[in-house]
Structures are given as C-alpha cells and as structure tokens.
C-alpha cells in the first residue's frame, strides 16, 4: 500500500493550493485520512485529520483557512489551503491508518513555500 501526495508549489502570501494524497496498492482500509507538516528545525505536527465518518479536525493555526475532504470511494484525501502564511512553509504528508495492517502509512511528502 502507497499513499502518493502531490499539488504542492511556491506561492505567494494570501495565495491557495490545494494538495491531493491517492491510496495505491491492493488490501487496505482507511480510517483515519490526513495531513501533516514539517518546517526545517521543527518536528511533525498535525494539519488536519478526517475520520471515515464525523468530523474532521484541524490544528487552531489553520482553522478557517485549510479544508479537508477526502472520497472514501477512490481513497483519496485534499487538502484545500487558502489565505496561505509564510508559517505554512513547510513539507506537508499525507496519511491513512490502514485497518487490514493495523497501523499508519504515510506518503512521501510534498513541498508548500510561501513567500512574504
């Protein structure tokens, strides 16, 4: 099982992007879907998470900027970004718990750059 993430760029402060994670491979269950972040220096933290069913969540410095939605059918997770700040400068991955291997797959991460 492969998570490939993807739609990250250079853009400039208030710009949007929008980054894409697609599932490949043969047997696996997603439950848990979403994305988190590194800056250089700074460990990994949570952006955003997405359940199979309920609310999604998001970390208090992107919330009411960043969108999460996923397509459970294609095994898919999005993040949509907008209103982006140089603090999301960062390389953002995707990942999915996987039910049939009882743990976490990560992608491979994809570079967001915002610049002032």
């Known amino acids: 099982v492969q998570l490939q993430a993807s739609g990250g760029g250079v853009v400039q402060a208030g710009g949007s992007l929008t980054l894409s994670c697609a599932a490949s491979?043969?047997?696996?269950?997603?439950?848990?879907m979403g994305w988190h972040r590194q800056a250089p220096g700074k460990q990994r933290t949570l952006v955003a998470t997405?359940?199979?069913?309920?609310?999604?969540m998001y970390a208090a410095s992107v919330k009411g900027r960043f969108t999460i939605s996923r397509d459970n059918a294609k095994n898919t997770v999005s993040l949509q970004m907008n209103n982006l700040k140089p603090e999301d400068t960062a390389v953002h991955y995707c990942n999915g718990f996987d039910t049939i291997q009882g743990r976490f797959i990560w992608g491979q991460g994809t570079q967001v750059t915002v610049s002032s």
């Open positions: 491979g043969s047997d696996f269950d997603f439950t848990t």
């Open positions: 997405m359940p199979t069913r309920g609310a999604s």
